[in-house]
């Protein structure tokens, strides 16, 4: 369990490191089809300044417990429109 917690809040300060901007991308990214997916963490990957949030979506990618979590807080955390 402690595993578990430790993972959610690992993955929450990182969340929160990275911004709203890049957190929409992030959710936009995880929403893509698998193929699609992979494109894009190659592409964030082979540019310098966004190699950290290419390993972030490694990260996520290596572990389905994440992969659910992130998506979870990254759709509570998107703001709803009210239209």
């Known amino acids: 369990m402690d595993d578990l917690e430790d993972m959610?809040?690992?993955f929450r300060?990182?969340?929160?490191?990275?911004g709203p901007e890049?957190?929409?991308v992030l959710l936009h990214v995880?929403?893509?089809p698998?193929?699609?997916r992979v494109r894009s963490?190659?592409?964030?990957f082979a540019d310098p300044r966004t190699r950290t949030f290419a390993q972030l979506l490694v990260?996520?990618?290596e572990s389905p417990q994440a992969r659910v979590f992130v998506l979870g807080e990254?759709?509570?955390r998107e703001p709803r429109s009210d239209s």
């Open 30 to 32: 995880l929403k893509l």
């Open 13 to 18: 300060d990182r969340l929160d490191a990275i």
């Open 74 to 76: 990254l759709q509570q």
């Open 59 to 61: 990260d996520i990618e």
């Open 41 to 44: 963490i190659s592409e964030f």
């Open 34 to 36: 698998d193929l699609e």
């Open 22 to 24: 890049a957190r929409a």
């Open 8 to 10: 959610e809040l690992t």
